[in-house]
Nanobody
Framework: EVQLVESGGGLVQAGGSLRLSCAASGFTFADYAIGWFRQAPGKEREGLSCISNSDGSTTYVDSVKGRFTISSDNAKNTVYLQMNSLKADDTAVYYC??????????????WGQGTQVTVSS
């Protein structure tokens, strides 16, 4: 069974940093691309970043480029999202999701339960 578990969320002041983790199990980690998404109250879910575990390629949405960094530890089956220079607008529930294959493009079929990030201004 594919399982993704996020952790690392919390309350942080504007300008601060958090590192989210996405621990994966139940599948061959190197065969998947893992993405980070977020959803704020009253807003649509937004794709933030993705990493291909097969070749390490990454993508970012413009709103987080230069502030967020995605990385993967294949030995630990874990993907991280380092978030720096956080803003109040970054407040949301953050989810990781997986899709089989090397590409970050396309639908993600497996989702974690989410972790709350709250940035106080």
């Amino acid at each position: 069974e594919v399982q993704l578990v996020e952790s690392g969320g919390g309350l942080v002041q504007a300008g601060g940093s958090l590192r989210l983790s996405c621990a994966a199990s139940g599948f061959t980690f190197a065969d998947y691309a893992i993405g980070w998404f977020r959803q704020a109250p009253g807003k649509e879910r937004e794709g933030l970043s993705c990493i291909s575990n097969s070749d390490g390629s990454t993508t970012y949405v413009d709103s987080v480029k230069g502030r967020f960094t995605i990385s993967s530890d294949n030995a630990k089956n874990t993907v991280y999202l380092q978030m720096n220079s956080l803003k109040a607008d970054d407040t949301a529930v953050y989810y990781c999701a997986g899709r089989r294959g090397p590409s970050c493009h396309g639908g993600f079929g497996s989702w974690g339960q989410g972790t709350q990030v709250t940035v106080s201004s």
